[in-house]
């Protein structure tokens, strides 16, 4: 395994790379996780593959410094510089906010990637709040404002918990993060640089179609934040080229414990 620093504009990108097989492995993290996520795939018995970990800004060791904007473009480019084999076709690994990294980079060109691997995947349902705060004018400010001074948020969420519009998971999920002024400051560089990662779904059953690209979804049963009723809603007109795998874990399926259900997403024909 081996660290790097990319120089891309004025920022430094941080990535990891695990394995030395000639099958490129593009990997994704998720929500406030960093690239080492990812470091128990070394020790898949199989050499076929190398991972590539790509941090996200304001993720890991990855310093950002060209404002609160990230597109597709700006990654295929980080990819550019990290130097894969060539006439190679990589594949895709995302998890949880990884998922929606993956999907849009796939959107954007896929003809380059031979499969999709994606862990209880963000971005196959759009929530109304992430639309209205980061896709929005009024709403960006309004989510900008909320956390410097979060105090009226704390009592709008106790009260949709109390009446069971937000199950208790998502809310301690949401509370453990609004709860923390550090936290909350990056929550907002987070949401708002990655707003115009949003892949447009029919598009890209389209492209999957297209391209006969096999994709794999696998959940946690027990995952109250991202639910496998997503994965079998974006499956429908694409079941040929996309299954679904539902494991006896929660949100975190990113595990060691579950590398043999990874390897076989990998393996997949």
């Known amino acids: 395994m081996y660290h790097r620093l990319l120089t891309y504009k004025a920022s430094f990108i941080s990535y ?9 492995v593009l990997c994704f993290h998720g929500y406030g996780e960093n690239a080492s996520s990812f470091s128990f795939l ?7 593959y190398s991972f590539h970990a790509i941090e996200l800004p304001f993720h890991g060791n990855t310093a950002w410094r060209d404002g609160l904007r990230f597109t597709a473009g700006d990654l295929d480019a980080i990819i550019k510089l ?8 990589p594949v895709l690994i995302g998890y949880s906010l990884g998922g929606r990294i993956a999907l849009s980079l796939y959107q954007r060109s896929p003809e380059c990637y031979s499969k999709l691997i994606l862990l209880a995947p963000d971005g196959l349902l759009m929530n109304p709040w992430y639309w209205f705060a980061t896709q929005t004018l009024p709403g960006n400010r309004l989510f900008r404002l909320t956390m410097h001074h979060p105090g009226w948020f704390f ?7 109390k009446t069971g519009q937000v199950n208790a998971s998502v809310f301690k999920f949401v509370n453990a993060y609004i709860g923390n002024r550090e936290l909350r400051l990056v929550l907002y560089d987070r949401w708002t640089i990655l707003r115009k990662l949003k892949p447009d779904l029919k598009t890209i059953r389209t492209l999957i179609r297209q391209h006969q690209t096999r994709v794999k979804l696998i959940y946690g049963k027990y995952d109250r934040i991202i639910l496998p009723e997503r994965g079998e809603k974006f499956r429908k007109g694409i ?14 399926i990113l595990q060691e414990k579950f590398i043999a259900d990874i390897i076989e997403a990998l393996e997949l024909p």
């Open 16 to 24: 990891y790379r695990f394995g030395n097989g000639p099958v490129p």
């Open 42 to 48: 070394e020790h898949i018995p199989d050499r076929r």
């Open 82 to 89: 990290i130097g894969l084999p060539p006439d190679t076709k």
């Open 155 to 161: 009592s709008l969420l106790k009260l949709m918990n």
């Open 239 to 252: 079941e040929e080229y996309c299954s679904i795998k539902v494991l006896n874990g929660g949100h975190q």
